[in-house]
């Protein structure tokens, strides 16, 4: 049942296993980091290296999984008091952050000869970072526990809190076809 669902079978689920446990400690080793070996790994086995999948779609679910126990173990380890001691970490940096980037990048779409609109999700796209890959290569680097470590954490939160105020205003645009200008 489970295999219908999401196109995996048991050879496909070892070659993933696999291949992360194979590219993972090679990339440790030369200093490059896990996240960086699973994505090697996966460029490896997917349609543009071995074809042992070759529909994205195949894997896909595994993927959305795979990031959703992790973004729960970073959740798991941020304790409250720790979140309330960097609260103005978070609110201050974090929205100085997205704001400033967002702007800046809005700002060069438009001199491209983007909408306004239209640039604006564009640069609120590259403003957000995944939480998941950034914590996982602090950790080991040992940078977590820094003050450095530790403003990329509050950034990385207030990122996650703006997402969904950004996706409604997303939806906003969209629901208006001429404020991204199309009628």
């Known amino acids: 049942m489970a295999e219908a669902a999401t196109g995996l079978d048991l050879g496909h689920v070892a070659a993933l296993l696999a291949a992360g446990v194979v590219a993972v400690p090679i990339f440790r080793k030369l200093g490059l980091g896990s996240v960086l070996g699973y994505l090697a790994a996966g460029v490896a086995i997917g349609p543009f290296g071995l074809a042992l999948f070759r529909e994205p779609q195949t894997i896909l679910h595994v993927a959305e999984f795979g990031v959703v126990i992790f973004l729960f173990i970073i959740g798991l380890e941020m304790r409250p008091k720790r979140l309330w001691g960097i609260r103005r970490e978070i609110f201050g940096l974090g929205s100085a952050q997205v704001g400033l980037a967002g702007l800046a990048l809005t700002g060069v779409a ?8 239209v640039a604006f999700v564009g640069a609120m796209g590259f403003v957000m970072s995944s939480t998941a890959v950034i914590v ?9 526990p820094t003050p450095s470590g530790q403003r990329a954490v509050s950034i990385l939160l207030f990122e996650d809190l703006a997402i969904v105020p950004l996706l409604a205003i997303v939806a906003l645009l969209g629901a208006f076809p001429w404020a991204c200008g199309r009628e």
Do not use: H, K, N
């Open 110 to 117: 438009m001199a491209a000869g983007v909408s306004a609109p």
């Open 136 to 144: 996982q290569m602090l950790e080991e680097r040992g940078d977590l």
